[in-house]
């Protein structure tokens, strides 16, 4: 596996999915909590440095579900991850990364 992608599960609390404590790594995902998976990919290198830098935004954005529970959370929330009328997450573009950061520093610090 990726070693930034083990680092990330690390500061996630470990291979066990939230909901169900299921602890098979073969059926573990990274999720997108909010649904901002199309703005913040973990397949961009730059992103997960991103989740790196910040322990306290990958504690916020993302968390481990297992194949199951990600694929009943997506048919009961739709794309975005999101309840209707819940409020929008605190969430980033890549390219509004240094500017945000600079603004909200005690954000993104835990
Ligand atoms: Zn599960």
Redesign the pocket.
């Known amino acids: 596996m990726n070693p930034k992608r083990l680092e990330i599960i690390e500061i996630l609390g470990g291979f066990k999915?939230?909901?169900?404590?299921?602890v098979d790594t073969r059926i573990l995902e990274i999720d997108h909590i909010f649904g901002n998976g199309k703005e913040m990919p973990l397949s961009d290198p730059d992103i997960m440095d991103i989740y790196l830098d910040n322990p306290y935004l990958c504690k916020t954005e993302l968390q481990i579900?297992?194949?199951?529970?990600?694929r009943i959370k997506s048919l009961e929330h739709g794309d975005l991850g999101r309840r209707k009328g819940e409020p929008k997450p605190i969430t980033v573009k890549k390219k509004d990364i240094p500017r945000i950061i600079l603004e909200n520093m005690d954000r993104y610090t835990s």
């Open positions: 999915c939230k909901h169900c404590d299921v579900l297992c194949r199951n529970c990600h």
